[in-house]
């Protein structure tokens, strides 16, 4: 019984069903010589569902990777004007401190005045404090 066996061809393919829809096709073929005779095989498998999750996967990977990109996250040494408190970027220039934070972060901010920034420069509209506690 001798037998030999011949080249493993696999492809993809498409094929149309009888209702019109597409189907993926993975088909095997392989051939042998049995007893002196040349044989084919040709296994075909629907890789409908396979592809499906492939091209989701892929997606998904996708989505991932501009998820990424779109992500600002502040790290690293920044540096920042000892007096007015810009800070400098990438390219040299100097920014509000305000500005560069919405620029390169998710973080929102709100505004107020601390208690020194509001005597230092609201101090004329500010009651004293021995005015307070005798009235």
Same mark, same amino acid.
């Given at each position: ?47 409908? +569902?396979?592809?499906?999750? %492939?091209?989701?996967?892929? !997606? @998904? ?7 990424? =990109? ?27 401190? +305000?500005?560069?934070?919405? %620029?390169?972060?998710?973080? !929102? @901010? ?7 920034? =509001? ?17």
């Amino acid at each position: 019984m001798k037998t030999g066996a011949l080249s493993l061809i696999t492809l993809e393919t498409q094929q149309r069903r009888k209702d019109g829809s597409m189907v993926d096709i993975e088909l095997s073929n392989n051939g042998a010589v049995y007893r002196g005779e040349k044989l084919v095989f040709c296994v075909c498998r629907d890789t409908t +569902d396979r592809k499906r999750a %492939e091209r989701e996967r892929e !997606k @998904l990977i996708e989505d991932l990777r501009k998820a990424r =990109a779109e992500i600002k996250t502040l790290k690293g040494i920044m540096p920042i004007c000892s007096y007015c408190k810009k800070i400098r970027d990438d390219t040299g220039y100097w920014n509000q401190l +305000d500005q560069y934070i919405k %620029e390169h972060s998710e973080a !929102k @901010l709100s505004h107020g005045v601390c208690p020194e920034s =509001a005597k230092k420069y609201f101090s004329d509209y500010m009651e004293e404090p021995e005015a307070k506690a005798n009235p």
